[in-house]
Nanobody
Framework: DVQLQASGGGLAQAGGSLRLSCLVSGFTFGDYAIGWFRQAPGKEREGVLCRSAVDGRTYSAGSVEGRFTISSENAKNTVYLQMNSLKPEDTAVYFC???????????????????????WGKGTLVTVSS
């Protein structure tokens, strides 16, 4: 049974940092790309950072490049999202997800099978105050 469980959200001040964790079970990291998505109120769900299972490359949205990084700890089946230099516009519910190929940008069912997310984790809320 595949499960992804995100945790670590909370309240941070602008300029601060948070680290989110995604505990993965039911598959190994090499089976799927692991991505981080976020959804702010009234907005589309957005893919912001992803590590490819094909070549290990990391893909990121321009809005988080240089501030957010993705890493993994295989022994703990955990993927991390380190968020630095947080901005109020980073406020959103953050999700980790597994897919065959990385997707960056506004996500919907219209992205097609190639980029379709196979498994979503429950979200964790990040609130950044100014």
């Amino acid at each position: 049974d595949v499960q992804l469980q995100a945790s670590g959200g909370g309240l941070a001040q602008a300029g601060g940092s948070l680290r989110l964790s995604c505990l993965v079970s039911g598959f190994t990291f090499g089976d799927y790309a692991i991505g981080w998505f976020r959804q702010a109120p009234g907005k589309e769900r957005e893919g912001v950072l992803c590590r490819s299972a094909v070549d290990g490359r990391t893909y990121s949205a321009g809005s988080v490049e240089g501030r957010f990084t993705i890493s993994s700890e295989n022994a703990k089946n955990t993927v991390y999202l380190q968020m630095n230099s947080l901005k109020p516009e980073d406020t959103a519910v953050y999700f980790c997800a597994a897919s065959e190929h990385c997707f960056i940008g506004d996500y919907s069912d219209s992205v097609g099978d190639y980029y379709r997310v196979h498994y979503w984790g429950k979200g964790t809320l990040v609130t950044v105050s100014s």
